[in-house]
C-alpha cells in the first residue's frame, strides 16, 4: 500500500488544500491524488471521499471489516471501476477510515491542551483526554479499526506510523515546551515522545478498546497518566490528580 505515497499530505474535503507543497505528512489523500494526476484534484478527492464514509459507514454498522469492494462502491454510488481509479485494495480504503478517524482523535486532542496554559498542565492534559477512559464503552467503528490496526501494523507497519506520528509529534512539542519552561528536568523529546505515545496507545487501543487483558482491572486513565508523568521525573499536577485531591 506504500507504493502509492507521495511526500506531500492534505488536509481539507472540501476546499481542498492542494497536497503537501509543505512537506506535510502524507496521508490516503495524497495516495489518491498520486493514482489520479490527469484528474482535476477536487473532483478526485471528493469522488474518494465517497468510498471512504461508505467504507466507514459499513464498519459502524457491522462493527467489523466484513465487507466487500462491491459494497463499498454500491453504498458509495460508484463503480468498482472508479474504486480502482481511487484506491488499490479493500485495505486501502480501511487504511483511509483509520486515517480520518486518528485525524479526529489528535483534533480533540489539541482541543484539550488549549484549555490550558502551563506546559506541564498541557502535556498532563494531551495523556488523559477529556474524559475518563474506563468509565465509557468503545464505539463499534473503535473496536474495528483497533483489530485492523494490529493487523496492519504486522504487514504494514509505516502506513500506521506516518499516522500515528502526529501524536508523538504532539507529545515532543509538549515535552519540549515543559522542559523550556524549567517544568521538567531536561531529557530526551524523541525518546520520552516515543514512550509516552506508545504507552497512551497500548492503553488506549489494547486495554480500553480491546480489553485483551481482564486481570489486572484496567487502571484509570489518571493512573495511566501519573505513571508517565513520573517516567519523566515528574508529578502529575494536582489539577489531574483525582487520588491527590
Not at 104 to 130: F, N, S
Not at 145 to 153: C, N, P, T, V
Not at 174 to 201: H, I, T, W
Not at 216 to 241: H, I
Request: proline share 4%; aromatic share 8%.
Amino acid at each position: 500500500m506504500s507504493e502509492g505515497r507521495s511526500e506531500t499530505g492534505t488536509r481539507t474535503r472540501k476546499g481542498v488544500d492542494l497536497p503537501g507543497l509543505d512537506g506535510g505528512r502524507a496521508g490516503w489523500r495524497a495516495r489518491v491524488l498520486s493514482r489520479s494526476l490527469s484528474r482535476p484534484a477536487q473532483r478526485s478527492i471528493e469522488r474518494s471521499a465517497l468510498f471512504v464514509d461508505a467504507a466507514r459507514a459499513l464498519i459502524e454498522e457491522r462493527a467489523s471489516a466484513g465487507f466487500t469492494i462491491q459494497e463499498v462502491a454500491d453504498r458509495a454510488g460508484q463503480s468498482l471501476r472508479t474504486f480502482y481509479q481511487h484506491f488499490e485494495s479493500k485495505d486501502d480504503v480501511i487504511l483511509a477510515v483509520y486515517e480520518e478517524f486518528f485525524d479526529e482523535r489528535v483534533t480533540h486532542a489539541k482541543a484539550h491542551v488549549e484549555e490550558h496554559d502551563d506546559p506541564l498542565d498541557r502535556l498532563a492534559a494531551l495523556l488523559i483526554g477529556a474524559s475518563d477512559l474506563p468509565n465509557l464503552e468503545p464505539t463499534p467503528l473503535e473496536v474495528a479499526l483497533s483489530h485492523f490496526r494490529y493487523q496492519l501494523l504486522q504487514t504494514n507497519p509505516d502506513e500506521v506510523c506516518a499516522i500515528e506520528d502526529q501524536y508523538e509529534m504532539l507529545v515532543r512539542q509538549m515535552v519540549q515546551e515543559a522542559v523550556a519552561a524549567g517544568r521538567l528536568d531536561r531529557c530526551d523529546p524523541d525518546a520520552s515522545a516515543y514512550f509516552l505515545a506508545s504507552v497512551k496507545n497500548e492503553y488506549y487501543f489494547g486495554g480500553f478498546i480491546l480489553a485483551k487483558r481482564l486481570t489486572p482491572a484496567l487502571p484509570t486513565v489518571v493512573e495511566m497518566a501519573r505513571f508517565c508523568m513520573r517516567g519523566l521525573g515528574s508529578d502529575l499536577p494536582r489539577s489531574f490528580d483525582s487520588d491527590a485531591q
